[in-house]
C-alpha cells in the first residue's frame, strides 16, 4: 500500500424532511452530476427526543432502478412490500433491498427502549443492465454480522472483507464494502481500496484523523483514488460508516424515488404508475 487516498471533500449534512414529515440528516442526494457514483444518497435518522411526538415514517412509496440499504442502530423500522415481504429491521440489522424495475413499500421507524431511533439509509445504484431486474432482498440480522476485532479496531463486516472476515451481503453490481467501523483512542489503522473504487465514509461518532486530516463528528467524507486510507485516534475514539464501491460511470437521471438513465425511462416508469403496470410480479 503506497498511494494515500486524501480527503477531497467535507459535507456537512443537512436537515432534510422526507416521507411524511420525517426530520433526517442527509449527506448526499441523488443528482445528475452524479459525484459518489455507484452511490447516491445518505441519510442518517436521529430521533432522540420523545418530545417530538410521533415518528410518521415513510408511507407506501415506489422504487425503481437502486438499491436501497437500512441499517439501524437502535430502534426499528417496520416495512411491508408490495412482494408480500413484512417485517422488522431492529438494532444492528441490515437490509438491502434492490428494488430493480419495481417495488412499493412503507418504512416505518419506530422507537427502542430508550426512546431512540439511530439508523442510516443508503441508495447505491443498479447498472443500466440491472434496473428492470428482479427485486430482490438480503435481510441480515445483527448476529450473522461478524464483527472483527483486532487492537482497538472493531468493525461490523456487512458487505465486503476485512483480514479475511466476509460481510453477509454478497452479489451486489457495485462490489461495494459497507462497515461500521470503530477505534478507541490512541490507535492507528490502514486499510486497503480497491483503487479506481469510490470511496466515502460517515463520521457519526468522536472524532480521528483521516489520511490526515482530523474531523470530528458529523460529516461525510470523500477521498481521491489511491489504495488505502489511514485512521488515526489521538484522545478520542471515533465510530464511521465505511463505503466503498465501483463506479458505473453512467448518466443518471433522478426524479424523487427512482433513479433511471434517460428521461424516457422516468417518463415510462411514471407512465406505469399512472396506468397501474408499475408492478411487475
Ligand atoms: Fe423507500
Do not use: C
Request: hydrophobic share 40%; proline share 8%.
Amino acid at each position: 500500500m503506497s498511494n494515500l487516498r486524501t480527503v477531497t471533500q467535507l459535507i456537512e449534512p443537512q436537515t432534510a424532511i422526507e416521507g411524511a414529515g420525517v426530520r433526517l440528516l442527509r449527506s448526499i442526494a441523488p443528482r445528475v452530476s452524479n459525484l459518489f457514483d455507484p452511490f447516491l444518497l445518505f441519510d442518517h435518522f436521529a430521533f432522540n427526543d420523545p418530545l417530538e411526538g410521533p415518528i410518521r415514517g415513510f408511507p407506501m412509496h415506489p422504487h425503481r432502478g437502486i438499491e436501497t440499504v437500512t441499517y439501524m442502530l437502535e430502534g426499528a423500522t417496520a416495512h411491508r412490500d408490495s412482494l408480500g415481504n413484512a417485517g422488522l429491521i431492529g438494532p444492528g440489522d441490515v437490509q438491502w433491498m434492490s428494488a430493480g424495475r419495481g417495488i412499493l413499500h412503507e418504512e416505518m421507524p419506530r422507537r427502542g427502549e430508550s426512546g431512540s431511533i439511530y439508523g442510516f439509509q443508503l441508495w447505491v445504484n443498479l447498472p443500466s443492465h440491472l434496473k428492470m431486474s428482479a427485486p430482490r432482498y438480503q435481510e441480515v440480522t445483527a448476529s450473522t454480522i461478524p464483527a472483527y476485532e483486532k487492537n482497538g479496531v472493531r468493525i461490523r463486516v456487512v458487505a465486503g472483507t476485512v483480514d479475511g472476515v466476509t460481510g453477509p451481503v454478497t452479489d451486489i453490481a457495485a462490489s461495494p464494502l459497507y462497515m461500521d467501523v470503530e477505534l478507541t483512542p490512541g490507535i492507528e489503522w490502514h486499510f486497503p481500496i480497491p483503487e479506481r473504487h469510490t470511496l466515502i465514509t460517515y463520521v457519526f461518532e468522536g472524532e480521528g484523523v483521516f489520511s490526515g486530516e482530523t474531523i470530528a463528528a458529523i460529516k461525510m467524507v470523500k477521498y481521491n483514488d489511491g489504495d488505502h486510507i489511514t485512521v488515526k485516534t489521538e484522545n478520542r475514539p471515533v465510530r464511521f460508516m465505511l463505503m466503498a464501491g465501483a463506479p458505473f460511470k453512467e448518466p443518471i437521471v433522478p426524479y424523487g424515488p427512482f433513479v433511471m438513465n434517460t428521461i424516457e425511462e422516468i417518463q415510462q416508469t411514471l407512465k406505469e404508475l399512472r396506468n397501474g403496470t408499475f408492478i411487475k410480479e
